[in-house]
């Protein structure tokens, strides 16, 4: 059960797309099912305790989940609240199985399994006050780390993305250039920027582990303007990978043209979806040395030995290696 992301937080869904009616999705492998209870946004295992049919197909009634099979109901803790035809049952043996839920940031948050601890850790701008926030999901096929390490990948920019963000960098660019990252781990994750050629990149990206991306566009500094994007790779059926962008802005609020900013981060999307749905499944979780100076990530890190790596891959490696570490622990688990 949940595989990928056991005992951890991702946001699976933007709040607005979760309404009166159950909303069914696949979480890392898990079908779940997401109602509006009495008291907030409920998660279930899409699951029947009783005949294991797909409770997403019912209807919610009185803040609960009716199974559409024998009309169960289910409360917010998956507690089995009626048994139509049989009051002498033991509810309190047939509860459906409840996941922690939050909504927090326009988002709809989940944790992996019941035994999660903690919070999950939203980015501040998705609740900066005067900003707004937009979103915007698409299935990639592809497992979810190489969606991710795409996310975490700076030297892609001047091929993928050569009409849009990287066409700076791919003028400037010449055969000897150097890129030059710098990499500083952090509680969520880690913080990383990088020089081409000694200039410092304009923009700051974020790893939020275990799946999500922040990227400093326009850092709101007083008297300027506020632009994050962020993106998760959130883990859904096999090899499929649901991701979830938010662009959060302060600025052209009023402006009829606002949505060319969702137009254009969709337009790089796709860019990057065009070449990393031809990637085999996930990444490598063996570990071999690199070559070109990867330094202490790439060796305790890489790849397999058909994916050689540089030291520009220090991002992913990094990546890698808490991916293969998070395995480990799930498979001794
Ligand atoms: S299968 Fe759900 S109530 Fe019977
Ligand atoms: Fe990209």
């Known amino acids: 059960m949940f595989e990928e992301l056991m005992g951890l ?36 295992v899409d699951r029947c305790p009783h005949r294991s049919v797909q409770l997403s197909l019912g209807k919610v009634v009185d803040g609960c989940l009716q199974c559409p099979f024998h009309g169960w109901r289910f409360g917010a803790a998956g507690e089995c609240v009626h048994v139509p035809l049989n009051p002498d049952a033991r509810r309190e043996l047939l509860s459906a199985r409840a996941l922690p839920c939050r909504e927090r940031g326009g988002l709809i948050w989940i944790a992996c399994g019941e035994a999660a601890t903690g919070e999950p850790h939203v980015p501040e701008a998705l609740e900066r006050a005067g900003a707004r926030v937009s979103f ?24 993928v ?80 990978t649901r991701m979830l962008l938010a662009t959060t802005q302060d600025f052209g609020l009023l402006n009829p043209l606002l949505g060319a900013t969702d137009f254009y981060n969709r337009k790089i999307l796709r ?30 890190g890489g790849g397999d030995p ?17 991916y293969r570490e998070a395995m480990g622990s799930v498979t001794r688990g």
């Open 271 to 300: 860019e990057d979806r065009a070449v990393v749905e031809s990637s085999p499944s996930r990444v490598p979780l063996s570990a071999s040395p690199s070559a070109g100076g990867a330094g202490g990530a790439g060796g305790a």
């Open 9 to 44: 937080w991702t946001p699976v869904v933007a709040s607005e797309h979760v309404r009166d009616e159950p909303h069914a999705l696949v979480v890392a492998g898990e079908r779940v099912v997401l109602f509006r209870g009495r008291a907030g946004v409920v998660a279930l």
């Open 306 to 322: 058909t994916e050689k790596s540089v030291a520009t891959d220090a991002p992913t490696l990094f990546f890698r290696k808490w």
């Open 161 to 240: 993305h050569r009409a849009t963000i990287g066409r700076a960098m791919a003028r400037r660019m010449k055969p000897d250039s150097r890129m030059e990252q710098t990499l500083t781990e952090t509680d969520v994750g880690f913080e990383l920027s990088f020089r081409l050629d000694g200039a410092p990149s304009a923009s700051k990206l974020l790893w939020l582990r275990p799946n999500g991306m922040q990227l400093h566009i326009l850092d709101g500094a007083p008297g300027a303007r506020f632009l994050r994007i962020h993106v998760w790779c959130v883990p859904s059926r096999q090899d499929h």
């Open 136 to 159: 915007f999901v698409e299935e990639w096929r592809c497992h979810w780390t190489r969606a991710m390490e795409n996310m975490l990948d700076s030297p892609h920019l001047p091929y």
